[in-house]
């Protein structure tokens, strides 16, 4: 499994070389995405993918049901280097039709650590 998912990246690396042969040496230079993008990470939604981007245009930071939590060191560590760092122009926050962490949370059953996680949306959730 594992051999065939390092053969599927040679291949696509080997696809970019042939269409951008500058893009691999732009990229290891420096990145200067313009968007850092703060999405789900239900495997059916990439950012690059869903938004039409390249390799070094988005700077993505992924977690159960998109939240922003202000407590959350990984993202806001990650917004930080996006902004101060990187220079990114917008910032987004990106949901998708049936996150599985949204629905979870509006649910009434328990899911144990990831409960703890998406208690902001439940709590919104019974608000409203």
């Not at 910032?91 to 703890?116: F, M, P, T």
């Amino acid at each position: 499994m594992v051999e065939a998912l390092l053969r599927r990246n040679a291949t696509w690396a080997e696809g970019i070389a042939r269409t951008d042969p500058g893009l691999f040496p732009r990229l290891a230079a420096q990145q200067a995405p313009e968007f850092f993008w703060i999405g789900c990470s239900d495997s059916r939604v990439p950012a690059n993918v869903v938004a039409g981007l390249d390799p070094g245009e988005v700077f993505v930071h992924r977690n159960v049901a998109n939240v922003v939590h202000s407590s959350d060191l990984n993202l806001l560590s990650a917004l930080e280097f996006a902004v101060e760092a990187l220079g990114v122009r917008d910032i987004i926050v990106c949901g998708h039709y049936g996150c599985g962490g949204v629905r979870a949370s509006c649910e009434n059953a328990h899911h144990r650590l990831v409960d703890h996680w998406i208690e902001p949306i439940r709590r919104l959730s019974v608000q409203h």
